[in-house]
Protein backbone atom coordinates (compact mmCIF):
# COMPACT_ATOMS: atom_id res chain seq x y z
CA UNK A 1 0.00 0.00 0.00
CA UNK A 2 2.88 2.67 0.89
CA UNK A 3 4.97 1.45 -2.58
CA UNK A 4 3.70 3.16 -5.64
CA UNK A 5 4.06 0.79 -8.33
CA UNK A 6 4.06 3.75 -11.31
CA UNK A 7 6.73 5.37 -9.41
CA UNK A 8 8.09 2.34 -7.99
CA UNK A 9 9.03 4.35 -4.43
CA UNK A 10 7.16 5.10 -1.54
CA UNK A 11 5.94 8.80 -1.94
CA UNK A 12 7.74 11.62 0.12
CA UNK A 13 4.30 12.94 1.47
CA UNK A 14 3.49 9.16 2.61
CA UNK A 15 6.88 9.48 4.73
CA UNK A 16 6.32 12.63 5.99
CA UNK A 17 2.81 11.98 6.98
CA UNK A 18 4.01 8.78 9.11
CA UNK A 19 7.10 10.65 10.65
CA UNK A 20 4.50 13.20 11.61
CA UNK A 21 2.25 10.55 13.20
CA UNK A 22 4.98 9.23 15.38
CA UNK A 23 6.23 12.40 16.34
CA UNK A 24 2.80 12.65 18.02
CA UNK A 25 2.95 9.56 19.64
CA UNK A 26 0.57 7.53 16.96
CA UNK A 27 2.80 4.51 16.61
CA UNK A 28 2.47 2.97 13.15
CA UNK A 29 2.64 -0.75 12.12
CA UNK A 30 3.07 -2.30 8.63
CA UNK A 31 1.03 -4.69 7.50
CA UNK A 32 2.17 -7.02 4.59
CA UNK A 33 1.81 -10.21 2.42
CA UNK A 34 5.32 -9.16 1.84
CA UNK A 35 8.28 -11.63 3.56
CA UNK A 36 10.56 -10.31 5.61
CA UNK A 37 13.56 -10.62 3.41
CA UNK A 38 11.70 -8.67 0.75
CA UNK A 39 11.86 -5.91 2.71
CA UNK A 40 15.22 -5.27 2.12
CA UNK A 41 14.71 -4.98 -1.71
CA UNK A 42 12.60 -1.66 -0.93
CA UNK A 43 14.36 1.65 -0.03
CA UNK A 44 11.97 2.67 3.16
CA UNK A 45 13.76 6.53 2.88
CA UNK A 46 15.36 5.88 6.34
CA UNK A 47 11.50 5.27 8.08
CA UNK A 48 11.73 3.15 11.47
CA UNK A 49 8.25 2.10 12.00
CA UNK A 50 7.14 0.38 15.16
CA UNK A 51 6.48 -3.25 14.60
CA UNK A 52 6.08 -5.22 11.79
CA UNK A 53 3.62 -7.88 10.53
CA UNK A 54 4.43 -10.12 7.47
CA UNK A 55 3.94 -12.66 5.42
CA UNK A 56 0.10 -11.63 5.61
CA UNK A 57 0.42 -12.39 9.45
CA UNK A 58 2.10 -15.55 9.69
CA UNK A 59 5.15 -13.80 11.30
CA UNK A 60 5.26 -10.73 13.33
CA UNK A 61 8.52 -8.90 14.46
CA UNK A 62 8.90 -5.74 16.59
CA UNK A 63 10.53 -2.27 16.12
CA UNK A 64 13.60 -3.89 18.02
CA UNK A 65 13.86 -7.21 15.40
CA UNK A 66 12.24 -9.34 18.04
CA UNK A 67 10.07 -12.46 16.74
CA UNK A 68 7.00 -12.10 18.76
CA UNK A 69 4.50 -14.58 16.98
CA UNK A 70 4.87 -17.06 14.21
CA UNK A 71 1.91 -19.60 12.48
CA UNK A 72 3.89 -21.70 9.89
CA UNK A 73 2.27 -23.51 7.37
CA UNK A 74 1.81 -27.22 8.72
CA UNK A 75 -0.42 -30.38 8.37
CA UNK A 76 -2.09 -30.80 5.08
CA UNK A 77 -2.04 -27.96 3.60
CA UNK A 78 2.05 -28.26 4.25
CA UNK A 79 2.08 -31.63 2.62
CA UNK A 80 0.31 -30.12 -0.83
CA UNK A 81 2.12 -27.20 -1.19
CA UNK A 82 5.53 -29.26 -0.49
CA UNK A 83 4.38 -31.38 -2.95
CA UNK A 84 3.31 -28.78 -5.92
CA UNK A 85 6.71 -27.37 -4.93
CA UNK A 86 9.11 -30.28 -5.86
CA UNK A 87 6.69 -31.62 -8.44
CA UNK A 88 6.65 -28.73 -10.38
CA UNK A 89 2.79 -28.48 -10.73
CA UNK A 90 2.77 -24.84 -10.33
CA UNK A 91 5.33 -22.31 -10.06
CA UNK A 92 5.46 -21.36 -6.19
CA UNK A 93 7.68 -19.73 -4.13
CA UNK A 94 8.05 -20.10 -0.40
CA UNK A 95 9.24 -17.75 2.11
CA UNK A 96 10.67 -18.67 5.38
CA UNK A 97 12.38 -16.81 7.98
CA UNK A 98 15.38 -15.25 6.27
CA UNK A 99 14.60 -16.27 2.57
CA UNK A 100 12.41 -16.27 -0.31
CA UNK A 101 12.95 -18.75 -3.37
CA UNK A 102 11.07 -20.68 -5.86
CA UNK A 103 10.79 -23.57 -7.64
CA UNK A 104 10.68 -22.79 -11.30
CA UNK A 105 9.58 -19.85 -13.27
CA UNK A 106 7.17 -19.87 -16.80
CA UNK A 107 7.09 -16.45 -17.04
CA UNK A 108 4.05 -16.14 -15.14
CA UNK A 109 6.32 -15.25 -11.65
CA UNK A 110 8.71 -12.55 -13.73
CA UNK A 111 5.27 -10.68 -14.79
CA UNK A 112 3.88 -10.69 -11.67
CA UNK A 113 6.50 -9.73 -9.64
CA UNK A 114 7.44 -6.76 -12.48
CA UNK A 115 4.25 -5.22 -11.37
CA UNK A 116 4.58 -4.99 -7.92
CA UNK A 117 7.94 -3.99 -8.49
CA UNK A 118 9.60 -7.11 -6.32
CA UNK A 119 12.44 -9.15 -7.56
CA UNK A 120 12.65 -12.90 -9.11
CA UNK A 121 12.74 -14.67 -6.09
CA UNK A 122 15.66 -17.50 -6.81
CA UNK A 123 15.50 -21.00 -7.38
CA UNK A 124 15.94 -23.26 -4.59
CA UNK A 125 14.59 -26.54 -3.22
CA UNK A 126 13.02 -27.45 0.30
CA UNK A 127 15.03 -28.71 2.81
CA UNK A 128 12.69 -29.01 5.58
CA UNK A 129 12.74 -25.75 7.21
CA UNK A 130 9.71 -24.01 8.28
CA UNK A 131 7.21 -21.90 5.71
CA UNK A 132 5.69 -18.99 6.85
CA UNK A 133 3.59 -18.25 3.32
CA UNK A 134 3.58 -19.56 0.07
CA UNK A 135 2.93 -17.70 -3.37
CA UNK A 136 1.51 -19.62 -6.08
CA UNK A 137 1.23 -18.32 -9.74
CA UNK A 138 -2.22 -19.45 -11.85
CA UNK A 139 -3.89 -18.74 -14.68
CA UNK A 140 -7.59 -19.63 -13.50
CA UNK A 141 -9.37 -20.80 -10.11
CA UNK A 142 -9.40 -24.11 -11.78
CA UNK A 143 -5.68 -24.34 -10.68
CA UNK A 144 -6.38 -24.06 -7.49
CA UNK A 145 -9.05 -25.98 -6.91
CA UNK A 146 -7.59 -29.25 -8.10
CA UNK A 147 -5.39 -29.44 -5.42
CA UNK A 148 -7.72 -28.46 -2.37
CA UNK A 149 -6.04 -25.62 -1.44
CA UNK A 150 -9.27 -23.74 0.14
CA UNK A 151 -10.23 -27.18 1.24
CA UNK A 152 -6.44 -26.51 4.24
CA UNK A 153 -5.78 -23.03 3.68
CA UNK A 154 -6.80 -19.56 3.21
CA UNK A 155 -6.19 -17.83 -0.46
CA UNK A 156 -5.87 -14.34 -0.94
CA UNK A 157 -4.88 -12.31 -4.68
CA UNK A 158 -2.60 -9.88 -4.56
CA UNK A 159 -2.19 -9.66 -7.97
CA UNK A 160 -3.96 -10.76 -11.20
CA UNK A 161 -2.85 -14.75 -11.51
CA UNK A 162 -0.93 -14.66 -8.34
CA UNK A 163 -2.17 -15.98 -4.85
CA UNK A 164 -0.60 -16.10 -1.59
CA UNK A 165 -1.78 -19.20 0.69
CA UNK A 166 -1.71 -18.93 4.44
CA UNK A 167 -2.72 -21.48 7.10
CA UNK A 168 -6.61 -21.63 7.96
CA UNK A 169 -7.88 -18.94 10.16
CA UNK A 170 -4.71 -17.15 10.10
CA UNK A 171 -4.55 -13.30 7.96
CA UNK A 172 -3.63 -10.14 8.94
CA UNK A 173 -5.90 -9.55 11.47
CA UNK A 174 -3.66 -12.72 13.78
CA UNK A 175 -0.86 -10.90 13.08
CA UNK A 176 -1.90 -7.32 13.92
CA UNK A 177 -3.61 -8.91 17.12
CA UNK A 178 -0.20 -9.99 18.03
CA UNK A 179 1.40 -6.65 17.97
CA UNK A 180 -1.27 -4.62 18.84
CA UNK A 181 -1.58 -6.96 22.64
CA UNK A 182 2.46 -6.74 23.10
CA UNK A 183 1.87 -2.55 22.65
CA UNK A 184 -1.53 -2.61 24.79
CA UNK A 185 -3.57 -1.30 22.29
CA UNK A 186 -7.30 -1.85 21.34
CA UNK A 187 -8.92 -2.41 18.19
CA UNK A 188 -10.87 1.03 18.64
CA UNK A 189 -7.67 3.44 18.80
CA UNK A 190 -6.42 1.71 15.38
CA UNK A 191 -6.83 3.05 12.12
CA UNK A 192 -6.32 0.39 9.01
CA UNK A 193 -5.23 2.11 5.37
CA UNK A 194 -4.94 -0.91 2.40
CA UNK A 195 -5.49 -1.28 -1.07
CA UNK A 196 -5.35 -4.93 -1.25
CA UNK A 197 -7.80 -8.17 -1.56
CA UNK A 198 -5.54 -9.60 1.47
CA UNK A 199 -6.43 -6.52 3.31
CA UNK A 200 -10.33 -6.44 3.54
CA UNK A 201 -10.39 -8.59 6.38
CA UNK A 202 -8.16 -6.25 8.34
CA UNK A 203 -10.27 -3.04 7.08
CA UNK A 204 -13.69 -4.79 8.19
CA UNK A 205 -12.55 -5.20 11.65
CA UNK A 206 -11.22 -1.70 12.22
CA UNK A 207 -14.06 -0.11 10.62
CA UNK A 208 -16.74 -2.49 12.61
CA UNK A 209 -14.75 -1.89 15.58
CA UNK A 210 -13.83 1.45 15.38
CA UNK A 211 -16.28 3.80 13.18
CA UNK A 212 -15.85 7.30 12.70
CA UNK A 213 -17.33 9.56 15.70
CA UNK A 214 -19.14 12.57 14.60
Known amino acids: TLFSHSTEMIPESSVKAIKACQEKGVKVFICTGRAKVEMSWFDLKGLKLDGYVYNNG ?7 DNIIFTQPLDGEIKNILVRIFNEKLLPVYFATIDDIYLNYDDGRVTECQRKVGSEVPHLGTYKGEEIYMCSAFVDSEEEIDQFHIRDYGEVTYWQEGAIDICPKNVSKVTGMKAILQKENITFDEVMGIGDGHNDIEALKL ?9
Open 58 to 64: QLVIDDK
Open 206 to 214: TMILAPFKQ
